[in-house]
């Protein structure tokens, strides 16, 4: 007598979607192209479906899952690659990317990301930047457009500025409802994020940088000179040549960065 298969219902609490269409699995990986030499990393792997296609195509993977019921179900599929097939039963909100660096190579990070921590998912990525050569994800569509958004642009906010300050952000295509199973409510799309080997615009202390871009978009609707009042005088922002009655949306990452600069150097000076 014949075993059933096994299957496995997506759970909503883990945000999980599974993707099964095979046109879209294969063109994720023709974007990702892996190479045997490569070091992949992927998040949530779910059932398997891109595992399955990046294991053919590089032959050597590290996977984190969050939900116990998976990795067995992982750990049978994919059995024959042995050790060369690496789970780990992790939350890859507090998982420590940096361990799984061999050396001489940088990671390349994987994944389909649960709507519900994308964002803050990727915030911890981005603290390991140095260590990565580049990400796909699969993302809400709303959410890849708020990180490749540009000045001057409705959703340019928080989120795109700091993932532009790290990466180059390069929006891919958009996966329709249909390609997952349950269908989510929304288009998903992919993203490519490439961390720059040199940053374009350094900022002295990044924290300082992210409390700036948080404080300017506390209201969108008000202008840098109500919104920074906090943090410096419009005197200030016209000393550093940036006009304080533009709105957040309007200004360019560099001029976050010189804002953070001066404020670092500021507190700095009042240190001494």
């Known amino acids: 007598m014949s075993k059933k298969p096994v299957v496995h219902k997506?759970?909503?609490?883990?945000?999980?979607?599974?993707?099964?269409?095979?046109?879209?699995?294969?063109?994720?990986?023709?974007?990702?192209a892996p190479h045997e030499s490569d070091q992949l990393v992927e998040i949530g792997?779910?059932?398997?479906?891109?595992?399955?296609?990046?294991l053919a195509e590089a032959g050597e993977l590290d996977a984190i899952?969050?939900?116990?019921?998976?990795?067995?179900?992982?750990?049978?599929?994919?059995?024959?690659?042995?050790?060369?097939?690496?789970?780990?039963?992790?939350?890859?909100?507090?998982?420590?990317?940096?361990?799984?660096?061999?050396?001489?190579?940088?990671?390349?990070?994987?994944?389909?990301l649960p709507y519900n921590i994308s964002t803050q998912l990727i915030f911890h990525l981005l603290s390991h930047a140095e260590h990565i050569q580049d990400?796909?994800?699969?993302?809400q569509k709303e959410v890849v457009d708020r990180m490749a958004a540009g000045p001057g642009e409705n959703n340019y906010g928080r989120l795109g500025i700091m993932a532009q300050y790290y990466c180059q952000v390069e929006s891919l295509f958009v996966v329709p409802p249909?390609?997952?199973?349950?269908?989510?409510?929304?288009?998903s799309a992919i993203i490519r994020l490439t961390p720059y080997k040199e940053l374009p615009h350094v900022a002295d202390d990044v924290e300082q940088l992210q409390t700036v871009v948080r404080t300017s978009f506390n209201m969108r609707r008000k202008t840098l000179r109500n919104n920074l009042k906090p943090l410096l005088s419009?005197?200030?922002l016209e000393a550093l040549g940036i006009d304080p009655s533009l709105r957040p949306e309007k200004l360019p990452i560099e001029s976050f960065v010189t804002i953070s600069n001066y404020l670092t150097g500021k507190k700095a000076s009042n240190d001494e």
Not at 102 to 107: I, R
Not at 178 to 187: L, Q, R, T
């Open 10 to 32: 997506a759970r909503k609490r883990f945000g999980q979607n599974f993707l099964h269409d095979h046109g879209i699995i294969r063109r994720i990986i023709r974007a990702i």
């Open 45 to 54: 792997p779910g059932l398997g479906a891109l595992t399955e296609e990046i």
């Open 65 to 112: 899952e969050l939900d116990r019921d998976l990795p067995p179900i992982l750990r049978t599929k994919f059995f024959s690659y042995g050790d060369k097939f690496r789970i780990h039963e992790a939350d890859a909100m507090k998982f420590d990317f940096s361990q799984l660096r061999k050396e001489g190579k940088q990671l390349r990070v994987v994944g389909n």
């Open 135 to 139: 990400m796909h994800f699969m993302l």
């Open 178 to 187: 249909g390609a997952f199973n349950p269908a989510p409510k929304v288009d």
């Open 234 to 236: 419009a005197e200030e």
